[in-house]
């Protein structure tokens, strides 16, 4: 889903298919891992929480369960996602599943204390920035062109079905027995680890000796590349603006359904009804606005689009019951859709070669902080204030704050000439010659081969 800025890209020869895409059998191995673990892991986050709540009561807790999985990426995100440059992809992948494997089985050891469980949590979540970092750098060794933004989306949508998937069944499973909801977790990354070891070709390190500094130094250098180029820094505040409002009603889900469920509901299923609406809405509106405009619509829908999230979730100040709050929450979810895909398929475009791990480091790390402070906020303020004011103020806030990045959203001259200046080889003046890491040598077997297509840089992925 790639917004189309220069006539020498590929995405004018025509879009990839999803035909093309899966018939890259490492991709199908990544996917297939990544589905097994996204959905293992909602279904741990929906079991905690719901665990969490019931044994304290309390909602700060309860999104605090929610929340911890995003507090690793605050105390050091980017240098772990740096890690990843150093080592080569598949034993990153492997030794992080294997250790989150591990600690979700003494997660679901009965009769923790809330305060274990989060602090084991916690140590959980540590592997997630090496081991996203590293899928996030080989995609544009398994696919080329068109085929990265068509695998992204897919990646995306898979993502957002993964929540739903994981949020039903944890939801439902959290009511009877949380401890086997953790225990499917550890099993999903299990036959994640095995996956990706037998269907990932090994491959060196992006980042060799020669090109090494020191890893502080390393990971200043992804924060000056995204923050010091205009149109990177200008997507990176559009994307955490709208993650600072969007995960709030699944935040605030179970403390939600229980104050507001009635008699129509259940508080379980009205919790699972809530949390995943807005990646239904994802999937929805992800699938529409990419069939339905064109790249170049795409783009020009992005501002709007932005201020309509936000826009959205104003009415919970109303208190509506949970069906119509799920409603909303979908409708959040479903312009969220038209706007990331495109941010994602512009940000690959503008970032230099050799980064990748790193830049995603820098966005993946600040996505997760946000959307971290942004329910924790709100459930401390929902133990003084009705959720649904706290909700609809809290969105109210978020429409001003995209008002402000819609309008100093750079020119499409600028977004021309930062796409055009990432693809050539002497681009990155930010970053001195001697430490600039080469561009990994793309494997044979894996180049597009369509006239004209060789020489173009891949796609890096956010």
């Known amino acids: 889903m790639e917004a189309t800025v220069s006539d020498e890209r590929p995405a004018r020869e025509g879009p990839a298919t999803f035909r093309e895409v899966f018939a890259q059998p490492e991709y199908r191995a990544v996917f297939t891992a990544s589905a097994l673990s996204w959905i293992g892991d909602y279904i741990a986050k929906a079991a905690v929480t719901v665990l969490v709540y019931r044994e304290t009561e309390s909602v700060a807790l309860s999104a605090a369960a929610f929340a911890v999985s995003y507090l690793p990426w605050l105390v050091g995100g980017p240098l772990l996602a740096t890690l990843a440059e150093r080592h080569r992809y598949r034993q990153v992948m492997v030794t992080c599943d294997l250790i989150r494997m591990a600690l979700m089985v003494l997660v679901a050891i009965p009769d923790n204390p809330p305060w274990l469980i989060l602090a084991l949590l916690f140590g959980t979540t540590l592997a997630n920035p090496p081991s996203q970092a590293a899928r996030s750098a080989l995609m544009p ?262 008002l402000a990045a819609a309008l100093t959203w750079p020119s499409r001259e600028t977004v021309d000439a930062a796409v055009e200046s990432a693809g050539r080889p002497t681009a990155d003046a930010t970053i001195p010659q001697s430490r600039r890491p080469c561009p990994p040598v793309q494997p044979a077997g894996t180049a597009d081969e369509r006239p004209g297509e060789r020489g173009r840089r891949s796609h890096a992925v956010t």
């Open 141 to 402: 060794l398994i696919l080329t062109g068109d085929r990265v933004v068509v695998g992204l989306s897919i990646n995306a949508s898979t993502g957002q079905a993964a929540q739903v998937i994981g949020y039903l069944l944890g939801a439902a499973i959290a009511t009877v027995n949380p401890t086997a909801a953790l225990l499917i977790n550890a099993a999903t990354f299990g036959a994640s680890a095995l996956v990706v070891r037998l269907g990932v070709r090994d491959r060196p390190s992006a980042m060799t000796s020669a090109h090494r500094s020191h890893l502080l130094r390393e990971t200043a250098e992804g924060f000056q590349i995204v923050f010091g180029r205009p149109v990177l820094r200008s997507i990176a505040v559009l994307v955490f603006s709208a993650m600072l409002f969007s995960i709030v009603p699944e935040g605030l889900a179970a403390a939600w359904a229980a104050e507001g469920s009635g008699g129509h509901l259940g508080t379980g299923l009205a919790q699972a009804v809530i949390m995943a609406a807005n990646p239904v809405g994802f999937i929805l509106g992800g699938l529409l606005v990419g069939r339905a405009f064109s790249p170049d619509r795409r783009l020009a829908l992005m501002r709007p689009l932005a201020v309509l999230a936000p826009a959205v979730l104003v009415p919970a100040l109303l208190n509506p019951p949970p069906v119509v709050v799920a409603l909303l929450a979908a409708a959040c979810g479903f312009a969220v859709a038209g706007l990331l895909p495109v941010a994602n398929g512009l940000f690959v475009r503008a970032l230099p070669d050799g980064y990748r791990a790193r830049a995603f480091g820098v966005m993946a790390s600040g996505i997760q902080i946000i959307q971290g402070i942004a329910v924790l906020t709100t459930g401390l303020l929902a133990e003084r204030f009705a959720i649904s004011t706290v909700v609809g103020t809290w969105s109210a806030a978020g429409v001003l704050l995209m």
